[in-house]
């Protein structure tokens, strides 16, 4: 199985990024997330841009996490804060870019794809798409305490607690009422929704647009707790080893809390 690209396209004031790892329903690789953090430093930097969009290839999931095949080369909780303060790393250079970004979800946004997600400014989904860091049931790790404050603060607490302690996979419909969904619309719509919303984004005041955007970014990531004995706990437990075993051999993980 291939490694994986994230492209960028370049047409005018908008920029295009494509999740390329269809095969793998465009699961992250270490190749992957450094041609995201590539891209979005150079993005961070180009002037002239009204709209950053970010899609998934193959139209079955816009990014369904991390390849947990990767996670077989840890060896402490060291391990997995390092981990941890990388993603928080390269969705801090993603945040920093000062035009608006817009992802477009067709299938799944799962773990870090739902990271990303939930990194961008607006969000569009086909009816069906499903969300959620179903990490109870799969790997048993967790989030950075940024992270936790992107899911809490976009999903609201109550969402984010079916996703992280029933790992649910809520769908685009079951997300109408939270207000993370600019639009939910059929599959044969989601092209042209898309294009409408990129267009009133490009019609916008460039530096008003860049001003509320860095100042809500301010409030959401100020002042957050140290977890990193939280991180370590888990990714240096028994627990974390036994989840990647158990996805390698397809079958469900053994708990035991150690």
Request: one cysteine or more; hydrophobic letters at 45%; charged letters at 25%.
């Amino acid at each position: 199985m291939s490694a994986g690209e994230v492209r960028l396209e370049l047409e005018g004031p908008v920029a295009r990024i494509w999740f390329d790892r269809p095969e793998a329903m465009n699961a992250m690789t270490w190749k992957m997330y450094g041609e995201f953090e590539e891209i979005s430093q150079k993005l961070a930097d180009t002037e002239g841009l009204s709209a950053v969009v970010l899609r998934g290839v193959g139209g079955r999931a816009f990014v369904a996490g991390s390849d947990i095949a990767q996670f077989a080369e840890f060896e402490s909780g060291e391990d997995g804060i390092a981990y941890e303060r990388k993603m928080d790393r390269i969705l801090d250079t993603f945040a920093a870019i000062p035009a608006p970004t817009l992802a477009v979800i067709d299938g799944l946004a799962i773990g870090g794809g739902l990271n990303i997600a939930g990194g961008c400014d607006l969000r569009i989904a086909t009816a069906g798409a499903r969300f959620g860091v179903p990490i109870a049931r799969t790997l048993g790790n967790c989030l950075s305490i940024r992270n936790y404050a992107r899911m809490s603060g976009a999903l609201g607490d109550a969402i984010a607690k079916r996703m992280l302690l029933l790992a649910e996979l809520l769908t685009a419909e079951e997300l109408a009422g939270t207000g993370f969904l600019a639009r939910i619309v059929t599959e044969g719509e989601i092209d042209e929704a898309a294009e409408k919303l990129v267009a009133k984004l490009c019609s916008g005041a460039p530096l008003s647009m860049a001003a509320s955007k860095a100042a809500l970014g301010r409030l959401t990531q100020g002042s957050l707790p140290d977890i990193d004995d939280l991180i370590s706990s888990c990714y240096g437990s028994k627990d974390f080893r036994e989840g990647i075993r158990a996805f390698g051999e397809k079958r469900k993980p053994d708990w035991t809390g150690s």
